[in-house]
């Protein structure tokens, strides 16, 4: 499966964002979608993971302010981002469990 992020960019804090990743080659809707993060020097952590079944988890530090949601039909995930801080500041990655990993897309957050 390829997967293409987008939506990232500069914000300011407080501000949103949607990202989206579009899926091609194979359909994702048998799958687990995640959304995670990494910033220079750190580990790439979870930020939000939508089942096939749709019930969905986060990570504490964006309990809230962000929404992971999917479109089957149109083979994309989103991630709705509210209320964003300088710290939400990384590049983020959409991975379809055991299949695969986006380039990513920046996001920074900054006045």
């Known amino acids: 499966v390829q997967l293409v992020e987008s939506g990232g960019g500069l914000v300011q804090p407080g501000g949103s964002l949607r990202l989206s990743c579009t899926a091609s080659?194979?359909?994702?809707?048998?799958?687990?979608m995640g959304w995670y993060r990494q910033t220079p020097g750190s580990q790439r952590e979870l930020v939000a993971v939508i089942l096939n079944i749709g019930a969905t988890n986060y990570a504490d530090s964006v309990k809230g302010r962000f929404t992971i949601s999917r479109d089957n039909a149109k083979n994309t995930v989103y991630l709705q981002m509210n209320s964003l801080k300088p710290e939400y500041t990384a590049v983020y990655y959409c991975?379809?469990?055991?299949?695969?990993w986006g380039q990513g897309t920046q996001v920074t957050v900054s006045s």
């Open positions: 991975n379809a469990h055991g299949h695969g």
């Open positions: 080659g194979s359909d994702i809707s048998r799958y687990a």
